[in-house]
């Protein structure tokens, strides 16, 4: 039988480094060996989708042939906006310069009026 009293007993210094040591090199390893599951579809994953890789990175991720037409019509329309929104904005410039060049009204003050500070003179 060995010396009593070792079950409880606090470890050392250096036993806590060995321990950390071995624990932080057996996680880098797992890590560097991980097999990365395939993305399909690379240009058509969300964000939410691409969180399953947190959870299991082996998984390869794939969309529902539903989920990838609506993403498809979804980029399709955006461009289709994008386009629209180009051509008015190349359009619009001249209607500006027109509005811009008439005269503006502006709106005249009454002469009795001003925004200046007024001093209120104390009242006793």
């Known amino acids: 039988m060995g010396p009593p009293g070792g079950i409880n007993r606090p470890k050392t210094e250096l036993g806590k480094k060995l321990f950390k040591r071995r624990r932080v090199l057996g996680k880098q390893k797992r890590k560097k060996n991980q097999i990365v ?3 399909v579809d690379q240009g058509l994953i969300t964000i939410n989708h691409l969180k399953k890789r947190r959870t299991s990175p ?5 969309l529902s042939g539903k989920k990838k037409r609506k993403l498809l019509k979804q980029l399709h ?3 289709r ?15 500006k310069q027109e509005l811009s060049s008439a005269p503006s009204k502006k709106k005249k003050k009454a002469p009795g009026c001003q925004d200046n500070d007024v001093e209120m003179a104390d009242v006793q």
């Open 77 to 79: 329309h955006m461009q």
């Open 81 to 95: 906006e994008k386009a629209t929104m180009e051509v008015e904005t190349t359009a619009a410039p001249p209607k």
């Open 58 to 62: 082996r998984a390869n991720i794939t």
């Open 37 to 39: 599951g395939a993305v």
